[in-house]
């Protein structure tokens, strides 16, 4: 029964198509992001809904196209040039038109192995500890080390309100991507 509704619809020329929704209006918060957005206010230091990734790249890195391509991701999904603000009491998202994210570069390479280890788990932590606002954004970063000429780490962090763990795997997926096309040196994960 449901599936002849469905076939007569199409028939009568029903359009069933997903348009894009107008970014001058606010967006509410899905259940989620609601309560994600008011554990933020009780504690805005809070780091516990920081997802951390670390990947360690071989090969020769193309770091402006490395960055380029994380640019380009951040361009093509909204939910990364979003930001959390009130309207009349309400918490409500905002999609920035644009948003452009640095990518330092740390040499490590004339450090000694246990130096690089202890001065990569620094970085990490402080890194995971550093807060976002909600209100301003980006609610990502991102950090490139260099361990030596053909192997680098790349750190990123986002907060939990605009992806989840299993997000991840399709960033990084679109981010390889992205730099095989920018880049002719091919790194591998």
């Known amino acids: 029964m449901q599936l002849k509704r469905k076939a007569r619809r199409a028939e009568k020329g029903v359009d069933h198509a997903i348009t894009r929704r107008d970014n001058r209006v606010d967006a509410p918060l899905s259940f989620a992001q609601q309560r994600l957005w ?61 948003v452009h994210i640095g990518l330092p570069l740390l040499d490590l390479s004339p450090l000694s192995q246990p130096e690089i280890a202890r001065e990569t788990e620094h970085i990490f932590e ?48 679109e981010l390889t991507t992205l730099y095989d096309s920018f880049s002719v040196v091919d790194v591998s994960l």
């Open 126 to 173: 402080t890194e995971a500890a550093r807060p976002f606002s909600l209100y301003d954004g980006p609610l990502l970063r991102a950090m490139l080390l260099k361990f030596s000429e053909d192997e680098h780490g790349f750190y990123l962090v986002i907060h939990h309100i605009v992806t989840d763990g299993w997000s991840m795997d399709i960033f990084m997926s």
């Open 38 to 98: 008011f554990l933020q206010q009780l504690d805005p230091d809070s780091a516990a809904y920081h997802l951390l990734v670390f990947y360690r790249l071989k090969g020769q890195l193309n770091v402006e196209a490395w960055e380029r391509s994380l640019n380009e991701i951040i361009r093509r999904h909204e939910v990364l040039r979003t930001v959390f603000r009130e309207r009349n009491g309400t918490p409500v998202q905002i999609v920035q038109p644009t």
